[in-house]
């Protein structure tokens, strides 16, 4: 899929406050820092749409970005910034779950894992939820120039391992490099074939 246009088209903090236009939306979460408003603007080749930041916690609200106008890319906050105040944390995560609860129109939650770690128990809590209220996800690996092909491979096998202990049918996994570019194509074409079957 070729993205022609991406255009910043609002932050929110509650659901009726969204875009009022309704399109689908394919959305980015995962921990604070992991890198999703870095992989939104390696994918739409517009490297200061979505704000990034060195120090977790940039992302505050759902920004939402519309794409060929037809979708919504939405950036979402990080979660497990232990360092954020308690009260904005819970802020936060009642954004976050409000939003993905509450939106009819959410096609696809990636959930973001680096590379460089096992997933956590914050990623397999959050990933169970999911799976409870039946949110269809998929997982990107990020930050994947940070590590030789052999040392990622070996590392999401041990992710997949971790996984399989709780799930019985693996979600769609794909990596990316928000440095390197690696795996936009792999991204979008997974996107356009979401886009396709709604
Ligand atoms: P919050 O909004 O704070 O939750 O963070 P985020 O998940 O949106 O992360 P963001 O895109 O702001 O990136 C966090 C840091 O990681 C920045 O310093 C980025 O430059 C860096 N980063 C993101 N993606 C990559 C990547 O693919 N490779 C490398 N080497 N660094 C990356
Ligand atoms: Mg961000």
Redesign the pocket.
């Known amino acids: 899929m070729k993205i022609s246009q991406a255009t910043y088209a609002g932050s929110s903090t509650r659901v009726a406050q969204k875009p009022a236009r309704r399109l689908p939306e394919i959305a980015?979460i995962?921990?604070?820092?992991?890198?999703?408003?870095?992989?939104?603007?390696?994918l739409t080749g517009r490297s200061r749409l979505?704000?990034?930041?060195?120090?977790?916690?940039?992302?505050?609200a759902v920004n939402h970005f519309l794409i060929n106008d037809k979708w919504y890319l939405v950036?979402?906050?990080?979660?497990g910034?232990a360092k954020l105040p308690n009260k904005l944390r819970d802020e936060i995560a009642e954004v976050i779950r409000e939003f993905i609860m509450e939106s009819p129109d959410l096609a696809m939650l990636f959930v973001?894992i680096d590379s460089r770690h096992d997933i956590g128990k914050i990623d397999i809590d959050f990933l169970s939820e999911l799976g409870e209220h039946g949110i269809p996800f998929g997982i990107i690996f990020?930050?994947?120039?940070?590590l030789g092909p052999v040392a990622l491979q070996n590392q999401i096998d041990r992710d997949c391992a971790i996984l399989s202990q709780t799930w019985e049918e693996l979600p769609p996994m794909l990596a990316?490099?928000?440095?390197?570019g690696s795996g936009r194509e792999e991204i979008l074409s997974f996107i356009e074939s979401i886009l396709k079957s709604l």
């Not at 979505?50 to 992302?59: E, I, R, V, W």
């Not at 950036?75 to 979660?79: E, H, I, K, N, T």
């Open positions: 980015f995962g921990r604070s820092n992991v890198g999703k408003s870095s992989l939104i603007n390696m979505a704000l990034t930041s060195s120090t977790p916690g940039k992302t505050k950036d979402l906050p990080g979660y910034y973001l990020t930050k994947t120039d940070k990316s490099s928000s440095s390197s």
